[in-house]
Nanobody, 117 residues
């Protein structure tokens, strides 16, 4: 079974930054579109950002409106890893963050991000 292991979450003040990482056991990782998702308490899981895969390495990105200009998704195909750089964090960014393929398949345990003063 494909595994995703997220890390890098924590408690940060509003305006701060965090960098999330996700390592996957997915074979042929480079050809897959990857996504970062989040789920806040009492809300449905939502797509935050995605990045394409493909024969040329992909790299086309998409962001949900609420994070545009603040978050950056990237990938390192040699390390089977996808990243999410989060800047100018807001309290409403508080959630458990997950990575998966896009469309999503299996899920990891996620990493908690809490933005609070």
């Amino acid at each position: 079974q494909v595994q995703f292991v997220e890390s890098g979450g924590g408690l940060v003040q509003p305006g701060g930054s965090l960098r999330l990482s996700c390592v996957t056991s997915r074979r042929a990782f480079s050809v897959y579109n990857m996504g970062w998702y989040r789920q806040a308490p009492g809300k449905q899981r939502e797509l935050v950002a995605r990045i394409t895969g493909g024969g040329t390495g992909g790299g086309t990105t998409y962001y949900t409106d609420s994070v545009k200009g603040r978050f950056t998704i990237s990938r390192d195909n040699g390390k089977n890893t996808v990243y999410l750089q989060m800047n100018s964090l807001l309290p409403e960014d508080t959630a458990v963050y997950y990575c998966s393929t896009h469309p999503p398949g299996t899920w990891g345990q996620g990493t908690q991000v809490t933005v609070s003063s």
